[in-house]
């Protein structure tokens, strides 16, 4: 069994494989203790080898696990998920819960790719906060946009500064869903820009925790002229993509040490 495992800033996820075929997967917030974290995840599993990526992935060296560990990057660990589910893949977006990563693939391999990782500006973490704002659980909150009509243009992506003008809007008497439309219209035009940056191709594989977000997903399709189950391509679990391409970095490695 080969374990991969993707210590992010929000969740962790886990995803084993067994010859090459996902066996599990697992995900839990991971808390002030994502090392307690990790032990819940990893709980009646006896892996092989365990591959760290995201943020946190370092910290795979203090669970003292009797087993092969080793890490890589989230990069990677996304190109290669992606590429598995797709292997037609031209393009990645993974806007997780504190940064955003865009890359361009040719046959598997990252060509180009660029990450916001300095501030929450577009991320999961950014829509959490102004949903909080909205008193709106952000599991909600992109229904909830999908409901406003003539956005308000949104100046700062800056998460604080956002809430004071998503406030102040509010004050004026715009209408509480167009100004969230509004918050996730800023969000995808900062994406797609990135997007441009690196090249994009279709198709485009969406992944991390904001791909379940059905008004981002819209937005997107809209702002980059692609379709959706076309163009863009959504996995069922968007949020594993890093711990699945963690495991298959170790899969992959095990085949060519058996060639």
């Not at 962790?12 to 995900?27: F, M, P, Q, S």
């Amino acid at each position: 069994m080969i374990a991969g495992l993707d210590i992010g800033s929000r969740s962790i996820e886990l995803v084993t494989l067994i010859d090459g075929v996902v066996a599990e997967a697992r995900k839990l917030p991971t808390t002030f203790d994502p090392v307690s974290q990790c032990f819940k995840l990893l709980d009646g599993l006896r892996p092989a080898s365990l591959v760290g990526t995201g943020y946190g992935r370092n910290l795979i060296q203090r669970l003292g696990l009797d087993c092969e560990c080793s890490t890589i990057t989230e990069i990677k660990a996304h190109a290669l998920g992606a590429a598995h589910l797709f292997p037609e893949a031209r393009t990645v977006l993974d806007i997780g819960g504190q940064d955003t990563k865009a890359m361009s693939l040719a046959g598997g391999r990252v060509l180009k790719f660029e990450m916001n990782d300095r501030c929450a500006a577009g991320t999961g973490k950014f829509l959490e906060y102004t949903a909080g704002v909205f008193q709106i659980p952000v599991e909600e909150f992109g229904p909830y946009a999908m409901k406003g009509e003539n956005p308000p243009e949104i100046s700062s992506i800056c998460t604080v500064f956002a809430e004071t003008e998503a406030t102040s809007l509010m004050a004026r008497g715009e209408r509480p869903e167009a100004i969230a439309l509004g918050l996730h219209k800023a969000i995808v035009k900062r994406t797609a820009n990135m997007l441009r940056r690196v090249g994009l191709n279709f198709p485009l594989v969406f992944t991390g925790g904001v791909a379940n977000n059905p008004c981002v997903l819209d937005l997107l399709a809209k702002s980059v002229g692609g379709e959706i189950g076309r163009d863009i391509l959504v996995p069922d679990n968007p949020d594993h993509m890093g711990a699945l391409g963690a495991a298959l970095h170790r899969h992959h490695g095990n085949a060519a040490d058996a060639r």
